[in-house]
């Protein structure tokens, strides 16, 4: 059973960090580019980062480049993003999911259910 459990959410003040974590299971982690989406009051799902399977290789999305940094350990089948500087505007529902890479939602074939980051100004 494939599953994508993502943790460490919660509320934080502008300006401050955050660090979440995906655990995988049921699939064959280290074969796919890992992601991480988020999802805005009101807002479509966007794309925020993703590692290449092996770690080496990073994108982000404009708005968080030198903000966020995803990272992943294949022995633990775990993706990281560590998230600094936050704004009130990178609140929302992080989701990580697993595929090919990339900003479509299409070439993700695993998600996670999410989890809520709330940034308060």
């Known amino acids: 059973q494939v599953q994508l459990v993502e943790s460490g959410g919660g509320l934080v003040q502008a300006g401050g960090s955050l660090r979440l974590s995906c655990a995988v299971s049921?699939?064959?982690?280290?074969?796919?580019?890992m992601s991480w989406f988020r999802q805005g009051p009101g807002k479509e799902r966007e794309f925020v980062a993703h590692v290449t399977w092996s770690g080496s290789t990073t994108d982000y999305a404009d708005s968080v480049k030198g903000r966020f940094t995803i990272s992943r350990d294949n022995a633990k089948n775990t993706v990281y993003l560590q998230m600094n500087s936050l704004k009130p505007e990178d609140t929302g529902v992080y989701f990580c999911?697993?595929?090919?890479?990339?900003?479509?939602?299409?070439?993700?074939?695993?998600w996670g259910q999410g989890t809520q980051v709330t940034v308060s100004s």
């Open positions: 999911a697993a595929g090919r890479g990339g900003s479509a939602h299409g070439a993700y074939p695993y």
């Open positions: 049921g699939f064959t982690f280290r074969i796919y580019y």
